[in-house]
């Protein structure tokens, strides 16, 4: 069983920048792909960015060059330091483990979900 705990989000102007944080249980975080997904209200859940244990990092167009994911695999931690905040960006961002070295896009691909934390940007 993997436990996930999101922290970091909050309200901001646009143009503003958030870090995100999932901490994770368990010793073998590092064999697993780990993904951002968000979801607005009254939307379906999408992925924003994934970062397979290969260490090969994928990102939705929509945040492209504005969105960083990370991982510290010492601390079992995954990352997303989100810059130039957009009002579109405004939803509830979930943290998710894929318990294989490969990334999907999917959110029923993953095995693991945190509670999420909310991020909204006001323009």
């Known amino acids: 069983q993997v436990q996930l705990v999101e922290s970091g989000g909050g309200s901001v102007q646009a143009g503003g920048s958030l870090r995100l944080s999932c901490a994770a249980s368990g010793r073998t975080f590092s064999t697993y792909c780990m993904a951002w997904f968000r979801q607005a209200a009254g939307k379906q859940r999408e992925w924003v960015a994934m970062?397979?244990?290969?260490?090969?990092?994928t990102y939705a167009e929509s945040v492209q060059g504005r969105f960083t994911i990370s991982r510290d695999n010492t601390k079992s931690t995954l990352y997303l330091q989100m810059n130039n905040l957009k009002p579109e960006d405004t939803a509830m961002y979930y943290c998710?483990?894929?318990?294989?070295?490969?990334?999907?896009?999917?959110?029923?691909?993953?095995?693991?979900w945190g509670q999420g934390t909310q991020v909204t940007v006001s323009s």
């Open positions: 970062h397979s244990a290969y260490g090969y990092t």
């Open positions: 998710a483990a894929r318990v294989t070295w490969s990334c999907a896009l999917g959110p029923n691909d993953y095995n693991y």
